[in-house]
């Protein structure tokens, strides 16, 4: 019941040339998608541009940060009804490079979370430990209250619209994914809270596995029953692996290419 989804987090790449080149490049070896959404995250600056783009493809734009105000004396800030009207769909919140180089906390997160939902954008919450939470025994309660307090203000009637990336921060960019195997137990934990909380619209909400994911370590995540797609970060500035992703994820199938 739930479409599965993979988004690409660009960062802080691309110019606006390049941003367009690599968002012609992923529509034209998508145009056919199908079995996946799709969306892609490019920097602020480069938004009008992609979007103009991607026009008429099945392929969704997306922003990497949302201010919880929707205006106001908020120097450098971007709220949601200016996402929207650049034709966002999505909005990625509580980055881990958000959380832990620029101090977003969890009330920031939740603020955020409530804005995009209040102003038609799917929130794309992201959440994971820390290498020393880990090793801590932490991975549980960490994600857990990332989650819980993220998704404080989500009204039962629009927590389906959510979609959570568990994103173990020591396997972001580092090249060392999680095992599929883990990837799976905490969604697996994230949707037994989220039936606590959310009740029968907990399985509607999409669960993400991001960090480090390739074409060659999706197979594993895509196998995984609760896991319902991706969050990709350093592939996704490649139109050819970002579009083998897509590809396992829709077919559950890492071995083609479209
Ligand atoms: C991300 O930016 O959310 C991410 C998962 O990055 P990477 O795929 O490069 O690890």
């Given at each position: 019941m739930r479409t599965r989804l993979v988004a690409g987090n660009w960062k802080m790449h691309t110019t606006v040339r390049e941003a367009h080149d690599l968002a012609a490049g992923v529509r034209d070896r998508l145009a056919?998608?199908?079995g996946a959404d799709v969306v892609v995250c490019p920097p602020f600056t480069a938004l009008a541009e992609v979007g103009r783009t991607l026009a008429g493809s099945p392929i969704e734009l997306g922003a990497q940060d949302v201010h919880?105000?929707?205006?106001?004396?908020?120097?450098?800030e971007i709220s949601a009804p200016m996402l929207w009207d650049l034709g966002c769909t999505y909005v990625i919140v509580g980055h881990s490079e958000r959380r832990h180089?620029?101090?977003?906390d969890d009330e920031t997160v939740r603020r955020k979370v409530a804005a995009a939902l209040a102003h038609e954008l799917i929130p794309i919450l992201c959440v994971g430990e820390s290498l020393e939470e880990r090793d801590g025994g932490r991975t549980e309660r960490v994600v857990q209250t990332q989650v819980r307090i993220a998704t404080l203000d989500v009204p039962p009637d629009q927590a389906g619209q959510l979609v959570i990336a568990y994103e173990p921060v020591w396997a972001i960019g580092t090249g060392r994914p999680a095992t599929g195997a883990e990837a799976g137990r905490v969604a697996g934990l994230l949707r037994g809270w989220l039936r606590e909380w959310f009740g029968e619209a907990a399985e509607a909400i999409r669960i993400l596995y991001g960090g480090s994911v390739t074409p060659e370590t999706i197979g594993e995540f895509a196998a995984q029953?609760?896991?319902?797609g991706a969050l990709v970060g350093?592939?996704?500035?490649d139109a050819d692996a970002f579009a083998r992703i897509v590809w396992a994820v829709a077919t559950k199938d890492s071995s083609g290419a479209p």
């Open positions: 056919a998608a199908d919880w105000e929707s205006h106001g004396a908020f120097t450098g180089l620029l101090g977003e029953p609760e896991v319902d350093g592939a996704s500035l």
